[in-house]
């Protein structure tokens, strides 16, 4: 049976323009970056190659670039390193983080590291930008605002800008979960006030278990993990040398394609939330589906009936590929904590679904996904 996959800002399919920059590095490239000798030097000089690539990319320095092994530990490594390293002694976040940063800020809380605020959302999700300021302006110790750019289930965008300069004009330290934007969405990290952010390859047709974590060059933080001087004192472990390589292509292959990638992928979207509209009766687009929003990803609520409450089980079943939400809690039998954050009290009574696109999805599994759902709803 032939499988739809719908589920792009779970993982994409690794590019075999990808695999084949990595498999150098897993066949005769194999020595340590560590090691002085000729195996080693050749292997140390293609990850400093990938940095100064993915640097180029960002526009940030080679130096502000450091690989980890994705974008939870890149998340974890910034968060505790505003509270233990640089003063910060108040958390800003907001509901619908990503669980790698709702776990990290709140077991910081918990064990009295830190005070934790919770700014409050818009009706279609989006930061309260006003509510943010007063929680700064409110804030008699330093703070750290950890918000994502763009969420990964309701794909709404943040102005990470705006949010920057909010944080300078309040010496905030500044992290924002990129994991859905960067290799999606040029960046100009010189022209964002921003202190750490992180990317994770698996989400732009990269390798998985390979991320990054950007370090603004006036901030000094100890480590997270200890044991070795890779990745400049930085990251112990050895490096993940064939994802280092991997992320870097994907990411060079992403920016190179991007204008035409993005137009196709956001068609892809535009139709489908019409064909959902105009063919469902109560279905409901979750978060700010037309406005300021990812071009990867719909999300969707069914009304729930006896049909549609096993939809995504009868959907898998029909080889077609979607989730209820983050893919790092797809085990849960719970509502999703964003959608539950939305839904106004009417979390029992719906279905959401998130169905996200990449450069190889077509309209024809567009239409096939929606005649599959005339006869499951």
Excluded: W
């Amino acid at each position: 049976m032939s499988r739809i996959y719908f589920d792009n800002a779970a993982t994409t399919a690794l590019d075999p323009e990808v695999l084949n920059a990595m498999m150098p590095f897993l066949t005769e490239k194999f020595g340590n970056p560590s090691s002085v000798y000729s195996y080693g030097r050749e292997t140390k000089l293609a990850i400093e190659n990938a940095r100064k690539s993915v640097a180029r990319i960002l526009n940030a320095n080679p130096g502000e670039i450091f690989f980890t092994s994705g974008g939870t530990e890149s998340t974890n490594t910034a968060v505790n390193a505003a509270i233990r390293d640089l003063g910060c002694k108040h958390i800003i976040t907001s509901a619908i983080e990503h669980h790698a940063t709702l776990h990290t800020v709140e077991y910081l809380a918990h064990s009295g590291q830190a005070k934790l605020s919770y700014v409050k959302l818009t009706d279609n999700g989006h930061i309260d930008m006003a509510n943010l300021e007063e929680l700064l302006a409110g804030s008699p110790d330093r703070t750290v605002v950890t918000l994502m750019h763009a969420n990964n289930e309701i794909g709404n965008l943040m102005d990470i800008k705006a949010v920057g300069e909010l944080c300078r004009k309040y010496d905030a330290i500044f992290h924002s979960d990129t994991v859905q934007t960067v290799g999606h969405y040029p960046f100009n990290l010189k022209d964002i006030y921003v202190h750490f952010l992180n990317g994770a390859g698996h989400k732009f047709h990269g390798p998985k278990g390979v991320g990054i974590l950007y370090i603004n060059e006036n901030v000094h933080i100890k480590p997270f993990l200890n044991g070795g001087s890779q990745e400049r004192n930085m990251r112990a472990g050895t490096e993940n040398l064939y994802g280092i390589i991997g992320f870097a292509k994907a990411l060079e292959m992403a920016t190179e394609t991007y204008e035409k990638d993005s137009a196709h992928i956001n068609s892809l979207k535009t139709y489908m939330a019409k064909q959902l509209m105009d063919n469902f009766e109560g279905v409901q687009l979750n978060g700010d589906t037309h406005g300021r929003s990812l071009y990867t990803v719909l999300n969707v609520s069914f009304p729930k009936t006896e049909k549609s409450d096993m939809l995504l089980f009868s959907l898998d079943m029909a080889g077609i590929c979607v989730s209820g939400g983050s893919a790092c809690t797809s085990g849960a039998t719970s509502l999703s904590h964003v959608i539950r954050s939305l839904a106004n009290g009417q979390s029992d009574n719906i279905v959401p679904i998130r169905f996200s696109f990449c450069k190889h999805n077509t309209i024809a599994e567009v239409d096939m996904v929606i005649e599959k759902l005339k006869e499951l709803v």
